[in-house]
Nanobody, 122 residues
Framework: VQLQASGGGLVQAGGSLRLSCAAS????????IGWYRQAPGMQRELVAT???????NYGDSVKGRFTISRDNAKSTVYLQMNSLKPEDTAVYYCYADVDFGSLYERTRGDYWGQGTQVTVSS
């Protein structure tokens, strides 16, 4: 299973960015997929996740500003980030909880993407 993230970059405070993460491999089901972030010297924290039923979960610091969505046909998750703040600066990591293998023999596992840098200037 591979997670390929894209869309990071440099933006001014108040601006917007959209992150994408495409999952590939012998995936049977993506149970939950989303984003975590880690700023220098800080612990990795939840940004947002979305489960197979479309139920979303957001970190408190991004509620009302970020929106997560998924395209099941493309095995892709998107994170629309609006009203960005300097404190949103971090490496954003795509995460997925997946069943992989085949319909008759599947294994569940957690996977992380390579991370994409988001920098918000003041």
């Amino acid at each position: 299973v591979q997670l390929q993230a894209s869309g990071g970059g440099l933006v001014q405070a108040g601006g917007s960015l959209r992150l994408s993460c495409a999952a590939s491999g012998s995936i049977v089901t993506i149970n939950r997929i989303g984003w975590y972030r880690q700023a220098p010297g800080m612990q990795r924290e939840l940004v947002a996740t979305i489960n197979i039923g479309g139920v979303t979960n957001y970190g408190d610091s991004v509620k009302g500003r970020f929106t997560i969505s998924r395209d099941n046909a493309k095995s892709t998750v998107y994170l629309q980030m609006n009203s960005l703040k300097p404190e949103d600066t971090a490496v954003y990591y795509c995460y997925a909880d997946v069943d992989f293998g085949s319909l008759y023999e599947r294994t569940r596992g957690d996977y992380w993407g390579q991370g994409t840098q988001v920098t918000v200037s003041s």
